[in-house]
């Protein structure tokens, strides 16, 4: 699986949106973005996928840049409770080990009044 | 709908004895992951049970073991515990289907392991 990068910590006002980006340059064809969100002594909480095209759902939209190497998870309206480390882990699609998630160190999203 | 759970929410053990750590899948759910997150850390992965069969193993030695039930529950089996066994120990279920190669997972809130 491609390894990623993200920025150790970020912080967002209450009510704003708040944008994480995420670098997978060494992403293959076949390997989706997934985004997961930890908050403190919690497991962890799917929040979205894709492969290449933006997505959106109730908590989230994810942004995929045309050549794939990046993206960015936009939080509309950060409130208090999105306080947490946000993972983003990129992962073939199918093969033999359909569940291992690769986790890195993740951002750690502060959200301030 | 009921979510995935954990047993025990907390465990203390000495070092060099066993333990077992209990896991029920989401309900429709028919694969079991299991991950350990050292305080700090990212959850790394253990390993996955799929139609009751390990079904992909991370970096982890063979004193981790498990089981996956008819019913899709899972036992997480740890031997010989070291000090580095204190961890939280997370367990995630999803979907597969031959059809769906690709499933979202959804996590337990962990059972914490300390190891004296």
């Known amino acids: 699986d491609a390894k990623t990068t993200q920025p150790p910590s970020m912080d967002c006002a209450e009510g704003r949106a708040a944008n994480l980006p995420c670098n997978h340059s060494t992403i293959s064809g076949n390997e989706y973005v997934y985004w997961y969100r930890q908050i403190h002594s919690q497991g962890p909480q799917y929040i979205i996928h894709?492969?290449?095209n933006n997505e959106t759902n109730e908590m989230a939209s994810l942004i995929i840049t045309e050549d794939r190497k990046s993206s960015t998870l936009i939080l509309p309206h950060a409130t208090l409770r999105d306080t947490a480390v946000y993972y983003c882990i990129v992962r073939i699609a199918g093969g033999t080990s359909y569940g291992k998630l690769t986790f890195g160190q993740g951002t750690i999203l502060t959200v301030h009044p | 709908e009921t979510g995935v759970t954990q047993s025990p929410t907390h465990l203390i053990k000495t070092r060099g004895q066993q333990v077992t750590l209990r896991c029920s899948s989401q309900s429709g759910h028919n694969t079991v992951s299991w991950y350990q997150q050292a305080l700090g850390q990212g959850p790394q992965f253990i390993f996955q049970?799929?139609?009751?069969?390990?079904?992909g193993r991370g970096n982890f030695p063979p004193r981790f073991s498990g089981l996956q039930f008819p019913n899709y529950s899972s036992e997480l089996n740890v031997n010989a515990l070291e000090l580095d066994d204190s961890a939280l120990y997370l367990c995630a279920s999803s979907f597969i289907s031959g059809t769906r190669a690709y499933n979202e997972q959804f996590f337990g809130p962990g059972t914490r392991l300390t190891v004296l």
């Open positions: 894709g492969l290449k």
């Open positions: 049970y799929y139609r009751e069969e390990e079904n």
